[in-house]
Every structure is written in C-alpha cells, then in structure tokens.
T-cell receptor
C-alpha cells in the first residue's frame, strides 16, 4: 500500500482555471506538507499542516489554498492558474513537526498552457 | 536558503563505494543531518540521518566529522539504480515549525 498518495499524477490545464490536487497518507502522521519543484529542480516548501492546522506558509500567493479535512488528508487548491505554476508538486508527511523523517508522495506534474 | 554545500555532480563505477560529501559549517548543536535522494520522476526518498555519531542502515552509512561541520554519505556497493540526485539537508526553524530546505544536491551517476 502506498504510504503517501497523490492524485492526479498529471494535470494539464489552461491559464486562468482553478484546479485541485489531493494528498492522502495512511501512516498515521500528524504533519503534512506541500512542496513545489520547479523547472530548475529546486524543491521548496510551500505549506506545512499539523493536526489540520496551518503552521507554515512560505510566502506562497494566496491563489494557493491548502485544505486539511482531517489529519490524513491535505489538498491543494489553486485558483486562477498562471504559466509560472507549472511544476511538480509533492506532498509529504511526518510523524510530528520536529526532527522527523518526511515521507514523500510520487508527485503531481502540473502543466499550465 | 540551504545551509549545506554539495558538489553538483559525481560519477561512480558500479559495484564501487560512492562517497558523497556535504559541508554544513553553520550547523547548530541540535540540528540533525538528513540525506534524501530523488530518482528521476519520483518523490524524494529518505536514506539516513544523524546527529553526532556515525550511522548505518540497510541503504547507506553516514559519517559525521567530530566538529559536525561536514558529513559523508557512503553507498557501499553502488548499483545502476542508485543513480539519482542526493540531497544533504539540515533542518531549519521557520516560524513555529521546522522544515527541510533542499539545495540543488549532488547528481550521482553510477556507470556500468
């Protein structure tokens, strides 16, 4: 069974659309994250949630809105998609927020046309 | 910003040990060193982490210098499947949490 899963794996959409990416972890972890990996392959943290509460928001445009219905899920909704949003988005989870190993999902490849 | 420095790329012959260095000269006393790798088109995969002592698991060994300013990840018998980008990470505190800051990593190519 996949520990951290994301859907969809690929997402191609037009500029200006609104889209969502879903993430689920079955590890019983309290903390979940969203990372963005751009065309230069740099991985950057976007958000961190602990027990459904936002604890880190790294200067991400407010077009990006994470939502955590329960601690096993952290979905990422993106409004008014822009060309620069094209990237691979990774979800991750860890047991707690401090000094814990993070487990990553397979990634969602978003292409905005 | 990443607090670590790694060579951008390295080659290693299949079956040989791959030794990947990392400098983290500003590491704090309570910060762990983590190593992850990312195989093409996959999510980052945890390898190993340590604080002061050398660590070993089924994937690799981690050697941390006594002053903790640098470390080396050792893959004892590299295989073609170990070709990946290897990230050395020191956790940093951001606001009320702590998170990984990934640098560009080292692209390891294992050659047949």
């Amino acid at each position: 069974d996949t520990a951290v899963s994301q859907t969809p794996k690929y997402l191609v959409t037009q500029m200006g659309n609104d889209k969502s990416i879903k993430c689920e972890q079955n590890l019983g972890h309290d903390t979940m994250y969203w990372y963005k990996q751009d065309s230069k392959k740099f991985l950057k943290i976007m958000f961190s949630y602990n027990n459904k509460e936002l604890i880190i928001n790294e200067t991400v445009p407010n077009r990006f809105s994470p939502k955590s219905p329960d601690k096993a899920h952290l979905n990422l909704h993106i409004n008014s998609l822009e060309l620069g949003d094209s990237a691979v988005y990774f979800c991750a989870s860890s047991r707690t927020t401090t000094q814990e190993t993070q487990y990553f999902g397979p990634g969602t490849r978003l292409l905005v046309l | 910003d990443a607090k670590t420095t790694q060579p951008p790329s390295m080659d290693c012959a299949e079956g040989r040990a791959a030794n990947l260095p990392c400098n983290h000269s500003t590491i704090s006393g309570n910060e762990y060193v983590y190593w992850y790798r990312q195989i093409h088109s996959q999510g980052p995969q945890y390898i190993i982490h340590g604080l002061k002592n050398n660590e070993t698991n089924e994937m690799a060994s981690l050697i941390i210098t006594e002053d903790r300013k640098s470390s080396t990840l050792i893959l004892p018998h590299a295989t073609l499947r170990d070709t990946a980008v290897y990230y050395c990470i020191v956790r940093v505190a951001i606001n009320y949490g702590q998170n990984f800051v990934f640098g560009p990593g080292t692209r390891l190519s294992v050659l047949p």
